[in-house]
């Protein structure tokens, strides 16, 4: 047997984190429907210890684009967006901001399974950003 071949193959093989990054970025990539409800733009504040979400409304039009309420305009996907926030929600943990989100607010702000499912995906991945001091950059 040949070391070297075995250590190509080793280290061209791509490493489980790899494979798993591969599948997060294919799902990504695939198409949404949007919340009519709304949508969250996640954030960390290192300075206060806490993950934030403002929760801005929207309406859906007919070619399925979330436009602004007030003036039926499309709502970039990239880019700064000069919007108010409706309600910013705050806490010191995934499972504390989901509490707040989904069980303490009045009607709820998520319409879609779906789009509960990612929030709560994302609210983790700020965590693990604030608790390793690292950058936050929601999906």
Not at 4 to 17: L, N, V
Not at 56 to 78: C, F, H, M, W
Not at 115 to 139: C, F, P, S, T
């Amino acid at each position: 047997m040949n070391l070297t071949a075995d250590q190509d193959i080793i280290t061209s093989s791509p490493t489980r984190q790899q494979q798993l990054q591969a599948i997060d970025d294919q799902l990504s990539r695939r198409s949404l429907a949007l919340d009519p409800a709304g949508y969250f733009i996640i954030y960390i504040d290192p300075q206060q210890d806490l993950i934030c979400a403002k929760f801005y409304s929207n309406n859906i039009n007919a070619q399925g684009l979330a436009v602004d309420p007030e003036t039926g305009k499309p709502i970039p996907a990239r880019g700064k967006v000069d919007r108010q926030a409706i309600q910013l929600f705050s806490g010191r943990t995934a499972k504390e901001i989901c509490v707040e989100i989904f069980e303490k607010t009045q009607p709820c702000p998520v319409t879609l399974f779906d789009h509960a499912a990612y929030i709560g995906r994302e609210v983790q991945r700020a965590e693990l950003a604030l608790l390793q001091q690292k950058e936050y950059i929601q999906d």
